[in-house]
């Protein structure tokens, strides 16, 4: 694919219930990020992986978010029990190495409404 | 506290207009980017600056780093509607081998015709 796809590209939930947001990155990249954004607001990190390695979980909001990319390719963003505070839109983005000095290849986000 | 402060959050000019738009930390950064979004799509990258006192230009736009690597600028000459968007700096911060690339709340420019 030409660029990073992320589906769906619109999820409603009803409070309570869980979600599962996938994310296909860009072939070969090694760097996926997932970052939350909120109307109007830049993106906040809140998971990095290195292949299959998550090396930084320290912006998930809460313990029932989980992320995983089991074979260092497709990433998938759970949320566990939604509650309206996360609703936002949910972006992944994929890098080659060195992180900050490589762009970032952002897809198009999926937004999520918990009501 | 925020990491990376933006400013101003909201700027609405007109076409032929200069503008500036900031981005300001206490820390010090091994390199910061800028990207643009547009409403519905991802962030896409405008440019990366990675040594104290770079400028670069691109078309109208002149990005510069500060000496100390915390802040930098954006510049645009002559804006044009085209330019309308949510401009964000992202600053790389290291942590041992690894990176984590942390945003600015961004400047939601509008440039009216």
């Known amino acids: 694919g030409a660029g990073v796809s992320q589906s769906p590209r619109y999820k409603v939930a009803k409070r309570g219930q869980d979600v599962a947001l996938r994310c296909d990155p860009i072939?070969?990249?090694?760097?996926l990020f997932w970052y939350q954004q909120a109307l109007g607001q830049g993106p906040e990190f809140l998971t990095y992986f290195q292949n299959e390695a998550q090396l930084d979980k320290s912006g998930l909001p809460s313990d029932r978010f989980f992320a995983e990319r089991p074979e260092g390719s497709v990433s998938t963003l759970k949320i566990q029990r939604t509650q309206q505070e996360d609703s936002a839109v949910y972006l992944c983005a994929s890098s080659l190495p060195p992180v900050g000095y490589s762009p970032l290849h952002f897809g198009n986000g999926t937004r999520l409404t918990v009501t | 506290t925020q990491l990376l402060e933006q400013s101003p959050q909201f700027l609405s000019i007109q076409e032929g207009e200069n503008l500036t738009v900031y981005c300001n930390s206490s820390s010090v950064f091994s390199s910061l980017q800028w990207y643009r979004q547009e409403p519905g799509e991802g962030p896409v990258l405008l440019v990366t600056?990675?040594?104290?006192?770079e400028v670069k230009k691109l078309k109208r736009l002149t990005f510069q780093f500060g000496d100390a690597r915390k802040d930098s600028s954006l510049h645009i000459t002559a804006a044009q509607p085209g330019d309308t968007g949510l401009y964000l700096c992202a600053g790389a911060l290291t942590r041992g081998s690894n990176y984590k690339l942390t945003f600015g709340k961004g400047t939601l420019l509008t440039v009216n015709p």
């Open positions: 600056v990675v040594t104290g006192g």
């Open positions: 072939s070969g990249h090694v760097s």
